[in-house]
């Protein structure tokens, strides 16, 4: 079986460095705000090449800490693209404010620049970019649509650690980024956890009192917060794993040129198009496909493992109907498929499941072949 995904892989090749990393926690009972904690966090600052790092309880925390910290008035609208995972959504509506949703761009994943404009008015305080699948938004035309107007700006990061963008790493860009390290993700813990990165000392101290119970110290509690905190073992994991993270890049970035090379001859898939200013940690290889759902029963018949990063709209969930469309990530519901990259896989997985392709579309519908016979 080729997964997208094998954690147990990857904890078998680390497992003496997180084992004795875990270890040390427990031994030093450093269980909650503690030295594990504050070492992961000066070490994802320092990665990231930023002022603060706040570890929280998962990515959905990070992002819904990040917006209660600006405290924007009542009823107050926040942009945001339709296609995500539900989670950027739910971040604004449970801080009871308004998600206002963006179709993509055609031709990338991005939230379409254009509609973002559309959709300001004197309600909106903010627009969360998403770096869907690891690939950067095109970060110069955001900056030039946010820089009359007010706005804060929040970058989803949940999938683009080591992203970067001009050779800056993404979440750096503006107000806050918001990290998840959901055991899947290209840094995963071992269970849920998640960080807020930022310049903003304001903003890093707000945070830091809402994911602690409002406590300035011990005994002294400012404002209503909540418990959300990164562990202290989890936090370890995350700082052992975070020395691999480039080298894991790196090799997620080898395979995704070798899918490129193996299927840009393939008139029935179409490749994703990362912006040529940016590094995407391509936390999924996602390609439009050709009658999707056949070839998706395909290849997982022949072992090869696929998911569909997603097959609905937010807007087409129950949680968040609406009946407006949105074209293009509509279109692409149903015609993206995600294909197995990550450390674990060789170059060969690749060319193998390529092979497959292409066999699939050779016997399902051979538009070559088709084009002989009738010419
Ligand atoms: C995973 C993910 C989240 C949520 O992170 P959790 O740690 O699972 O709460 C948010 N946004 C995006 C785009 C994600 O992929």
């Not at 926690?25 to 990231?48: L, M, P, R, W």
């Not at 008139?267 to 040529?276: C, D, R, T, V, W």
Request: hydrophobic share 35%.
């Amino acid at each position: 079986m080729i997964r997208n995904t094998d954690l147990f892989k990857q904890y078998i090749f680390i497992k003496e460095e997180v084992d004795k990393a875990v270890h040390e926690v427990i031994y030093a009972t450093d269980f909650i705000n503690g030295k594990s904690t504050k070492e992961f966090e000066k070490q994802f600052a320092e990665y990231n090449n930023v002022k603060y790092c706040l570890g929280v309880n998962s990515g959905t925390d990070a992002l819904e800490i990040a917006i209660q910290s600006f405290d924007f008035p009542k009823n107050s609208e926040i942009i945001l693209p339709v296609n995500s995972f539900i989670a950027t959504a739910e971040a604004i509506s449970n801080n009871q404010l308004k998600p206002v949703f963006c179709d993509c761009n055609k031709n990338n994943y991005s939230i379409s620049e254009k509609e973002i404009i559309e959709n300001i008015n004197e309600k909106t305080v903010a627009i969360i970019l998403v770096h869907l699948y690891g690939y950067p938004v095109n970060i110069d035309k955001i900056k030039k649509i946010v820089k009359k107007r007010k706005l804060k700006v929040i970058e989803d990061c949940a999938q683009a650690h080591g992203s970067k963008y001009r050779n800056k790493k993404v979440g750096t860009f503006f107000d806050v980024g918001a990290f998840s390290f959901y055991p899947g993700k290209n840094l995963g813990a071992y269970g849920d956890a998640g960080a807020i990165i930022s310049n903003n000392k304001k903003i890093y101290k707000k945070c830091s009192l809402i994911a602690n119970h409002g406590r300035e110290n011990k005994n002294e509690h400012i404002i209503i917060g909540r418990n959300s905190r990164l562990d202290g073992i989890q936090a370890a994991i995350l700082t052992t794993k975070l020395k691999y993270l480039n080298k894991w890049i790196s090799k997620r970035n080898l395979l995704a040129r070798e899918y490129s090379k193996n299927l840009k001859n393939l008139s029935q898939i179409k490749l994703p198009i990362i912006n040529s200013k940016s590094l995407s940690s391509f936390h999924q290889f996602v390609v439009q496909a050709k009658k999707r759902d056949q070839l998706e029963l395909f290849l997982n018949k022949e072992q090869i493992e696929t998911n569909i990063h997603y097959p609905k709209t937010i807007t087409q969930q129950p949680a968040f109907k609406e009946n407006k469309h949105y074209k293009n990530a509509e279109f692409f519901a149903k015609n993206i498929i995600s294909l197995p990259i990550g450390e674990h896989l060789k170059i060969s997985d690749i060319k193998y499941i390529c092979s497959q392709i292409e066999k699939f579309y050779e016997k399902n519908f051979n538009d070559n072949k088709k084009r002989v016979a009738s010419g």
